[in-house]
């Protein structure tokens, strides 16, 4: 009972990303108090501000804004009103201010008419935003995947920026992109609207790492579970990230990918192999999580492949050995048939059940067409390539116990071409 | 149909206006009177029972007629203590507002002190004491002064909106009606001045008979000089929404700079002719009512965003009560250094463009002053932030008071953004609106804006003024043929036409691009605009900063060289100087909470500078690219990888690398430097996201093994991120 809880506890802290990214509030020097203080002061002092949230994906960016916005609308109840874009979404100009109107009369309960006309939809933003300004209310825009923002006149960002350098309102625009260089795709009479401040998102470092393990797997004393259990389950986690072979897993992990969100990833698939009667976490249950989050999927779906797929695809290494750059089926046929000629192996296929493998492997994306210009050409004779490279099929073609030896012969040894 | 009033009045409100208002006509009957009376004949001044009431003063009203009447309404207030009036100089309490003769307070105080000052009597309130008024001599009535009548709501006060005789000779006016903090939902709030009052938008028609005398009502500016006024003055800062209980700041008291210009506007309005001018007031605020009273059939309803939805929508947007950060907080010199240091906050002077201003000063002038007034054209250009637009408005500005100054000739102006139209044509539609104030299509407008400026035919009934337009964002009109272009600077040379163009666009070669008939038509007519200098950056940023003690003098410089050096951009310079104010502002405040919660001590005393430190983490921020920064973050294989791609690069002096073969260098690399080996799709899925981060540039990852890959910085900067590597120190090897 008691480690089903501490289970569901678990798993509900890795899925709040409010609570993942709160380890980090306290220091001075971090993001978030950096952008709390920026945006809070914006508020206060009745200005406005421009910034940009920078950082590779998982970094926490959008988690920070949600943070500081939910805690903001506590702080200042009625005042704040949050304007979202996603530039996967709106990055048309028009639509993206129709949007902007759209989230804005919901949020001061106006009706919305969908057929206003754009022109009539940034003439509303403007007077929203001088008539919240007077009314001291503020407008934070969220746009996210600021860069696809930048494409076209970037109608949008001049306006948004050139009203709050004009106009008595109050706003923040919030961008945030992944890409390092967003600031410098903008145009330069944006980019002078623009306030030119950036706050850089960093993947965790070794030390920050360890504060947010010990920050997610501690058991709170709190809660309402068997004290003596909630001790013994955090003298095991104390144990367990102590442990040298809990770092080098760590380690591994993380010279791959060292985001937060992969490591919550990591720590929830760890935390699933719960040692059910102890109720604890073992250091099996780690390993196999770092099995499951280390998947080569090209591997993987050579797993499945069949004998005679091996064998069009090793013809289609052997092709492209060499030097022969463009190849169809028709022309791996021909290499197949020679190789059936010289060694008189016992896979000897019909021309139709070949093809039909070369269909399956090009389901599996093992090899792709060229392009896709030619799509009337019957399938045979379009051009395709490989994607695997000769070490991967290599170590397929060794993994699978079925494999006849000739294969693997055929493949390395330069006296069978 | 309802009353007028009722429906104006929200049943809620505490006000008891409803009920007891001073006889006003049944508004049904002053409309129908309207229509059969031959004329009301409106006044801009009216010399009524011995005093001057114009319209826009602000009156005391009565409440009613039989209200227990002081038939002495004392103009001067009584001292609290000797309760005489005395001509000799007396001291408000700043809580009570109670009036004291200097000489009467004990100890008695030479000379009004220096800031607030509270009396005795309050401060013993505060403290917890009971207090005993002093009070006066028997047979002397307490009086009350018309401020303290209003203040409980014994009297009104309201701004005069229109003054007029009705044919049977009695006077009126149209009052706008101001409460005190207690008659709103929200009630006095602890950060209400004792004076305050809010302006309403309820309006009604009252009889000249219920105004009492003047009082006055001022914003935040003047009420902070006037001094010696009496006691009739009052303190308003916003309006109050009586139909949503909403709070909101008085429009013109948002736009401090351009007070003078909104008295100007008003001037304006009233000089054309007051007569129509009201008329037409009435009209809306019947429309108004209209509305209103439709309102409760959501159908009839418009939607905000719409084009007439707008004028009624917005209303709804206001706060309900004021937030406290707003009154009570008192700005530090970093703070009120970052306020002047905004965009938004328009200096009152333009430093450094003189030059400029009379050139374009000297355009307009000639242009219009002349008696055929022939068009032309001015073509303006610059970087970015060099103050075109605003010097352009700036001189329009000053040709503005010349022109109500009766020294020029009046002209329209017309502004248009071309990044904010939401398609070149529509250019025609937004002047067209702009000089008739109707709403067409684009293609009548153009029809129409053809006929008026090459033909000379009339918008309206007036005589057609000369009109300067300014078109800012000129490049974003270029269409395919360019026929928008083509009409804007043909225009001007008809003869008829009087309108002068204003193009403001960055590029310099911007009338090249144009075909050749378009160029010629638009003349020679160009002004630069520079990138200022240092200096100018200097001057710009200090005539901001005068009077506020914030900034270090070295760090202003340093701040405007390096932006010079860059990019000559004012707004940047700006931006740069607020940045370093906001993290000086950051560090205090840390300060302050850590020393508050550790060691209670006090604060370190001493001026806190803006020094270079903040100005170079600033300057920093704005140049410096942050990828160095996320390499030296990044994780291990992406490290690997960087360096990988640079050794290649030395390796074979090619940029682009397949994803093949780079990923057997990386393997070989790792095996010779015994790192475990990475696998395929981990160095793929590496790759991605660099690629993501724009740290490399690379093809789809679908391609897998074909994908192509390359450094998107100098591989210098690669090598500087990752030489001194803790983790991987074998890295420098190959960089």
Same mark, same amino acid.
């Given at each position: 009972?008691?480690?089903?809880?501490?289970?569901?506890?678990?798993?509900?802290?890795?899925?709040?990303? &409010?609570?993942? !990214?709160?380890?980090?509030?306290?220091?001075?020097?971090?993001?978030?108090?950096?952008? +709390?203080?920026?945006?809070?002061?914006?508020?206060?002092?009745?200005?406005?501000?421009?910034?940009?949230?920078?950082?590779?994906?998982?970094?926490?960016?959008?988690?920070?804004?949600?943070?500081?916005?939910?805690?903001?609308?506590?702080?200042?109840?009625?005042?704040?009103?949050?304007?979202?874009?996603?530039?996967?979404?709106?990055?048309?100009?028009?639509?993206?201010?129709?949007?902007?109107?759209? *989230?804005?009369?919901?949020?001061?309960?106006?009706?919305?008419?969908?057929?206003? &006309?754009?022109?009539?939809?940034?003439?509303?933003?403007?007077?929203?935003?001088?008539?919240?300004?007077?009314?001291?209310?503020?407008?934070?825009?969220?746009?996210?995947?600021?860069?696809?923002?930048?494409?076209?006149?970037?109608?949008?960002?001049?306006?948004?920026?050139?009203?709050?350098?004009?106009?008595?309102?109050?706003?923040?625009?919030?961008?945030?992109?992944?890409?390092?260089?967003?600031?410098?795709?903008?145009?330069?009479?944006?980019?002078? %609207?623009?306030?030119?401040?950036?706050?850089?998102?960093?993947?965790?470092?070794?030390?920050?790492?360890?504060?947010?393990?010990?920050?997610?797997?501690?058991?709170? +004393?709190?809660?309402?579970?068997?004290?003596?259990?909630?001790?013994?389950?955090?003298?095991?986690?104390?144990?367990?990230?102590?442990?040298?072979?809990?770092?080098?897993?760590?380690?591994?992990?993380?010279?791959?990918?060292?985001?937060? &969100?992969?490591?919550?990833?990591?720590?929830?698939?760890?935390?699933?192999?719960?040692?059910?009667?102890?109720?604890?976490?073992?250091?099996?249950?780690?390993?196999?999580?770092?099995?499951?989050?280390?998947?080569?999927?090209?591997?993987?779906?050579?797993?499945?492949?069949?004998?005679?797929?091996?064998?069009?695809?090793? @013809?289609?290494?052997?092709?492209?050995?060499?030097?022969?750059?463009?190849?169809?089926?028709?022309?791996?046929?021909?290499?197949?048939?020679?190789?059936?000629?010289?060694?008189?192996?016992? $896979?000897?296929?019909?021309?139709?059940?070949?093809?039909?493998?070369?269909?399956?492997?090009?389901?599996?994306?093992?090899?792709?067409?060229?392009?896709? %210009?030619?799509?009337?050409?019957?399938?045979?004779?379009?051009?395709?390539?490989?994607?695997? &490279?000769?070490?991967?099929?290599?170590?397929?073609?060794?993994?699978?116990?079925?494999?006849?030896?000739?294969?693997?012969?055929?493949?390395?040894?330069?006296?069978?071409? | 149909?309802?009353?007028?009033?009722?429906?104006?009045?929200?049943?809620?409100?505490?006000?008891?206006?409803?009920?007891?208002?001073?006889?006003?006509?049944?508004?049904?009957?002053?409309?129908?009177?309207?229509?059969?009376?031959?004329?009301?004949?409106?006044?801009?001044?009216?010399?009524?029972?011995?005093?001057?009431?114009?319209?826009?003063?602000?009156? !005391?009203?009565?409440?009613?007629?039989?209200?227990?009447?002081?038939?002495?309404?004392?103009?001067?207030?009584?001292?609290?203590?000797?309760?005489?009036?005395?001509?000799?100089?007396?001291?408000?309490?700043?809580?009570?507002?109670?009036?004291?003769?200097?000489?009467?307070?004990?100890?008695?105080?030479?000379?009004?002190?220096?800031?607030?000052?509270?009396?005795?009597?309050?401060?013993?309130?505060?403290?917890?004491?009971?207090?005993?008024?002093?009070?006066?001599?028997?047979?002397?009535?307490?009086?009350?002064?018309?401020?303290?009548?209003?203040?409980?709501?014994?009297?009104?006060?309201?701004?005069?909106?229109?003054?007029?005789?009705?044919?049977?000779?009695?006077?009126?006016?149209?009052?706008?009606?101001?409460?005190?903090?207690?008659?709103?939902?929200?009630?006095?709030?602890?950060?209400?001045?004792?004076?305050?009052?809010?302006?309403?938008?309820?309006?009604?028609?009252?009889?000249?008979?219920?105004?009492?005398?003047?009082?006055?009502?001022?914003?935040?500016?003047?009420?902070?000089?006037?001094?010696?006024?009496?006691? $009739?003055?009052?303190?308003?800062?916003?309006?109050?929404?009586?139909?949503?209980?909403?709070?909101?700041?008085?429009?013109?008291?948002?736009?401090?700079?351009?007070?003078?210009?909104?008295?100007?506007?008003?001037?304006? +309005?009233?000089?054309?002719?007051?007569?129509?001018?009201?008329?037409?007031?009435?009209?809306? $605020?019947?429309?108004?009512?209209?509305?209103?009273?439709?309102?409760?059939?959501?159908?009839?309803?418009?939607?905000?965003?719409?084009?007439?939805?707008?004028?009624?929508?917005?209303?709804?947007?206001?706060?309900?009560?004021?937030?406290?950060?707003?009154?009570?907080?008192?700005?530090?010199?970093?703070?009120?250094?970052?306020?002047?240091?905004?965009?938004?906050?328009?200096?009152?002077?333009?430093?450094?463009?003189?030059?400029?201003?009379?050139?374009?000063?000297?355009?307009?002038?000639?242009?219009?002053?002349?008696?055929?007034?022939?068009?032309?054209?001015?073509?303006?250009?610059?970087?970015?932030?060099?103050?075109?637009?605003?010097?352009?408005?700036?001189?329009?500005?000053?040709?503005?008071?010349?022109?109500?100054?009766?020294?020029?000739?009046?002209?329209?102006?017309?502004?248009?953004?071309?990044?904010?139209?939401?398609?070149?044509?529509?250019?025609?539609?937004?002047?067209?609106?702009?000089?008739?104030?109707?709403?067409?299509?684009?293609?009548?407008?153009?029809?129409?804006?053809?006929?008026?400026?090459?033909?000379?035919?009339?918008?309206?009934?007036?005589?057609?003024?000369?009109?300067?337009?300014?078109?800012?964002?000129?490049?974003?009109?270029?269409?395919?043929?360019?026929?928008?272009?083509?009409?804007?600077?043909?225009?001007?040379?008809?003869?008829?036409?009087?309108?002068?163009?204003?193009?403001?666009?960055?590029?310099?070669?911007?009338?090249?691009?144009?075909?050749?008939?378009?160029?010629?038509?638009?003349?020679?007519?160009?002004?630069?605009?520079?990138?200022?200098?240092?200096?100018?950056?200097?001057?710009?940023?200090?005539?901001?900063?005068?009077?506020?003690?914030?900034?270090?003098?070295?760090?202003?410089?340093?701040?405007?060289?390096?932006?010079?050096?860059?990019?000559?951009?004012?707004?940047?310079?700006?931006?740069?100087? %607020?940045?370093?104010?906001?993290?000086?502002?950051?560090?205090?405040? *840390?300060?302050?909470?850590?020393?508050?919660?550790?060691?209670?001590?006090?604060?370190?005393?001493?001026?806190?500078?803006?020094?270079?430190?903040?100005?170079?983490?600033?300057?920093?921020?704005?140049?410096?690219?942050?990828?160095?920064?996320?390499?030296?973050?990044?994780?291990?294989?992406?490290?690997?990888?960087?360096?990988?791609?640079?050794?290649?690069?030395?390796?074979?002096?090619?940029?682009?690398?397949?994803?093949?073969?780079?990923?057997?260098?990386?393997?070989?690399?790792?095996?010779?430097?015994?790192?475990?080996?990475?696998?395929?799709?981990?160095?793929?899925?590496?790759?991605?996201?660099?690629?993501?981060?724009?740290?490399?540039?690379?093809?789809?990852?679908?391609?897998?093994?074909?994908?192509?890959?390359?450094?998107?910085?100098?591989?210098?900067?690669?090598?500087?991120?990752?030489?001194? @590597?803790?983790?991987?120190?074998?890295?420098?090897?190959?960089?």
């Amino acid at each position: 009972m008691a480690s089903e809880k501490a289970l569901d506890c678990l798993r509900r802290r890795l899925c709040d990303s &409010s609570f993942v !990214y709160s380890a980090f509030k306290s220091t001075p020097a971090g993001n978030y108090s950096k952008l +709390k203080f920026l945006i809070s002061n914006t508020i206060t002092e009745a200005c406005n501000n421009s910034v940009l949230l920078l950082g590779p994906r998982g970094c926490g960016k959008g988690a920070v804004v949600d943070m500081i916005l939910e805690e903001l609308k506590d702080e200042f109840p009625e005042i704040i009103s949050v304007v979202r874009l996603n530039g996967l979404l709106h990055s048309d100009d028009n639509f993206a201010v129709k949007e902007i109107a759209r *989230q804005l009369c919901m949020e001061h309960k106006l009706l919305f008419s969908k057929m206003a &006309s754009s022109d009539d939809n940034s003439q509303f933003m403007i007077d929203m935003l001088r008539e919240c300004g007077l009314a001291h209310k503020m407008i934070i825009f969220v746009l996210e995947e600021f860069d696809l923002f930048t494409q076209g006149k970037q109608r949008l960002l001049y306006s948004l920026l050139d009203a709050m350098q004009t106009l008595t309102s109050q706003s923040v625009v919030i961008g945030i992109s992944c890409r390092l260089d967003a600031d410098q795709l903008l145009e330069k009479r944006v980019r002078s %609207r623009f306030s030119h401040r950036k706050l850089l998102f960093t993947p965790l470092s070794t030390e920050d790492m360890q504060r947010l393990l010990e920050h997610l797997l501690y058991l709170p +004393k709190n809660l309402s579970l068997p004290s003596k259990y909630v001790k013994e389950f955090n003298s095991n986690v104390n144990n367990i990230l102590g442990d040298k072979k809990f770092k080098e897993i760590l380690d591994v992990l993380s010279s791959v990918d060292n985001t937060i &969100s992969n490591i919550c990833r990591f720590l929830y698939h760890a935390i699933s192999w719960m040692h059910f009667e102890s109720g604890l976490l073992t250091l099996d249950g780690f390993k196999n999580a770092l099995s499951c989050m280390q998947r080569q999927p090209m591997l993987d779906k050579l797993q499945g492949a069949s004998i005679l797929e091996f064998y069009i695809l090793v @013809c289609m290494n052997r092709l492209g050995s060499r030097e022969q750059n463009s190849f169809n089926f028709n022309s791996i046929m021909k290499e197949y048939k020679a190789i059936q000629d010289a060694y008189k192996t016992s $896979d000897n296929y019909s021309w139709s059940v070949c093809l039909r493998a070369f269909e399956h492997l090009i389901e599996r994306e093992l090899i792709s067409f060229l392009d896709n %210009r030619m799509r009337s050409l019957s399938i045979e004779y379009r051009p395709v390539r490989l994607l695997l &490279s000769s070490q991967e099929l290599h170590q397929g073609l060794k993994s699978n116990s079925f494999c006849p030896a000739i294969l693997l012969k055929l493949l390395n040894h330069e006296s069978y071409r | 149909m309802k009353s007028k009033r009722s429906l104006l009045e929200p049943e809620k409100t505490p006000s008891k206006r409803s009920s007891v208002a001073p006889a006003t006509p049944n508004p049904s009957e002053t409309r129908k009177k309207r229509r059969n009376a031959k004329k009301r004949s409106y006044y801009k001044k009216l010399a009524y029972d011995g005093g001057v009431f114009e319209v826009g003063d602000d009156v !005391y009203v009565k409440r009613r007629d039989d209200a227990e009447s002081d038939e002495d309404d004392p103009e001067a207030e009584e001292c609290r203590i000797c309760f005489e009036i005395g001509s000799s100089i007396m001291i408000e309490c700043d809580d009570c507002l109670g009036g004291f003769h200097l000489r009467c307070l004990k100890p008695p105080l030479r000379k009004v002190p220096e800031g607030d000052w509270i009396c005795e009597f309050c401060k013993a309130r505060k403290l917890g004491k009971k207090v005993k008024l002093p009070r006066p001599s028997d047979g002397k009535k307490l009086r009350r002064t018309a401020r303290e009548k209003l203040l409980s709501s014994d009297l009104w006060a309201a701004r005069i909106e229109s003054l007029w005789k009705e044919p049977d000779g009695t006077y009126w006016l149209k009052c706008r009606w101001y409460v005190i903090p207690e008659e709103t939902t929200a009630g006095r709030q602890p950060h209400n001045l004792r004076r305050e009052l809010y302006l309403t938008n309820h309006f009604s028609d009252i009889e000249m008979e219920s105004v009492v005398r003047h009082c006055y009502v001022m914003n935040p500016r003047e009420f902070a000089e006037a001094n010696n006024e009496g006691d $009739d003055v009052f303190y308003c800062e916003y309006e109050y929404d009586v139909r949503w209980h909403s709070f909101k700041r008085l429009a013109e008291v948002a736009d401090t700079d351009n007070d003078e210009e909104a008295g100007n506007d008003e001037d304006w +309005k009233y000089s054309n002719d007051s007569d129509c001018d009201s008329e037409d007031d009435s009209d809306f $605020d019947d429309d108004i009512v209209g509305k209103f009273s439709c309102h409760d059939t959501p159908t009839h309803e418009l939607a905000a965003n719409s084009r007439r939805g707008r004028i009624f929508g917005l209303h709804k947007i206001g706060l309900k009560k004021i937030p406290e950060h707003v009154r009570l907080h008192k700005p530090t010199d970093l703070e009120r250094a970052k306020s002047m240091l905004l965009l938004t906050a328009l200096p009152k002077t333009l430093p450094c463009r003189t030059k400029e201003m009379e050139e374009i000063t000297l355009f307009i002038k000639g242009a219009i002053c002349e008696d055929h007034c022939l068009g032309r054209c001015l073509y303006i250009h610059g970087v970015p932030g060099t103050g075109k637009t605003m010097t352009v408005l700036t001189v329009l500005k000053n040709l503005r008071t010349e022109v109500d100054a009766g020294k020029m000739r009046p002209y329209c102006f017309v502004e248009v953004n071309g990044l904010k139209l939401s398609s070149p044509e529509n250019i025609y539609r937004v002047i067209y609106e702009a000089l008739s104030g109707h709403r067409v299509g684009w293609k009548k407008a153009l029809n129409i804006l053809n006929e008026l400026f090459s033909e000379g035919t009339k918008i309206g009934k007036e005589e057609n003024r000369p009109c300067v337009l300014l078109i800012d964002e000129l490049d974003l009109l270029l269409t395919r043929n360019q026929s928008v272009l083509y009409n804007i600077f043909d225009w001007p040379t008809k003869p008829d036409s009087k309108l002068i163009v204003i193009g403001i666009a960055n590029t310099m070669d911007l009338p090249e691009k144009f075909l050749p008939r378009i160029s010629s038509r638009m003349g020679i007519q160009r002004l630069c605009f520079g990138p200022y200098n240092y200096q100018q950056l200097q001057e710009i940023i200090e005539s901001r900063l005068k009077g506020i003690d914030a900034f270090e003098e070295q760090a202003i410089e340093f701040a405007s060289r390096k932006v010079a050096a860059m990019s000559g951009d004012a707004r940047r310079a700006l931006e740069i100087c %607020r940045r370093a104010a906001e993290a000086a502002d950051y560090r205090l405040k *840390q300060l302050a909470k850590s020393s508050k919660s550790n060691l209670r001590q006090s604060l370190p005393q001493g001026k806190h500078l803006v020094g270079m430190n903040d100005i170079e983490a600033a300057v920093h921020d704005v140049f410096q690219a942050p990828h160095i920064q996320i390499m030296k973050t990044s994780s291990r294989l992406s490290k690997i990888m960087l360096a990988a791609m640079v050794h290649e690069l030395y390796r074979s002096g090619l940029c682009e690398v397949t994803f093949e073969k780079l990923a057997t260098i990386i393997r070989s690399l790792c095996s010779s430097n015994r790192e475990l080996q990475p696998g395929w799709d981990d160095l793929l899925k590496v790759g991605c996201k660099l690629g993501e981060c724009r740290i490399i540039l690379s093809e789809e990852g679908a391609k897998h093994r074909l994908q192509r890959m390359q450094l998107n910085f100098p591989s210098d900067d690669v090598a500087f991120a990752l030489k001194a @590597c803790p983790e991987i120190p074998w890295l420098s090897k190959y960089l």
